[in-house]
């Protein structure tokens, strides 16, 4: 059962423009949501959260949107950089024990000049 | 010097090789992790551990066990490798309570391949 899944295994954006990165989850009860990037041979590493009682997260040129009522979440980048090319995931705590992250499958991101 | 790190880095093993990963904090965590990546199917939990004397297994356990040296060391075993244990494994750790709000912190990864 597949509780965060992101249905864009990956997206290509050019330079400037915005990219979307989509992520949809079927437990009513996640508390917060999460993005990490991750970047080829290192880690992921964490880039923006939202609490379920907001429907908007801005941090730089990252936001994060939650529609609550269509279990959907969504990261904008804009300007979108090379920089910002990278694996990106949504995550979410689990309801019932919130130190473990359940994650989606992941939506690979190349920004190209 | 990173605050989680994971040896080694990559391996190449044989079907029914007993591999251990291994996994050091300086970040004073209590909490640490064992994640796999396999493509298309993101990051999934095979064992965390709270504290020294509290493990627990993940979604994934099957064919792995896990041992909690110190508070700052968490290993990983393959008792018997097998093919499909191919992928990328991932430590992290955490203090109680941050994991929802970006608290989790990743080692860089091994890249194990079981032949």
């Known amino acids: 059962d597949q509780q965060v899944k992101q249905n864009s295994p990956s997206l290509s954006v050019q330079e400037g423009r915005i990219s979307i990165l989509n992520c949809d989850y079927t437990n009513s009860m996640f508390d917060y949501f999460l993005w990490y990037k991750k970047y080829p041979a290192e880690g992921p590493t964490f880039l923006i959260s939202i609490s379920s009682i907001k429907d908007k997260n801005e941090d730089g040129r990252f936001t994060v949107f939650l529609n609550k009522s269509a279990k959907h979440l969504s990261l904008h980048i804009v300007p979108s950089q090379p920089g910002d090319s990278a694996v990106y995931f949504c995550a979410a705590p689990s309801a019932y024990n919130t130190d473990k992250l359940i994650f989606g499958t992941g939506t690979r991101l190349q920004v190209f000049p | 010097d990173a605050d989680v790190t994971q040896t080694p880095r990559n391996r190449i093993t044989k079907t029914g090789k007993r591999i251990m990963l291994e996994c050091s904090q300086t970040?004073?965590?209590?909490?640490m992790y064992w994640y796999r990546q396999d493509p298309g199917l993101g990051l999934q939990l095979i064992y965390y551990s709270f504290d020294v004397k509290d493990i627990n297994k993940g979604e994934i356990s099957d064919g792995y066990s896990v041992s909690r040296q110190a508070q700052a060391k968490f290993s990983l075993s393959l008792e018997s490798a097998i093919p499909n244990q191919t992928a990328l494994y991932f430590c992290a750790t955490s203090a109680p309570g941050t994991s929802g709000f970006g608290g989790q912190f990743f080692g860089p990864g091994t890249r194990l391949t079981v032949l």
């Open positions: 970040k004073g965590h209590d909490r």
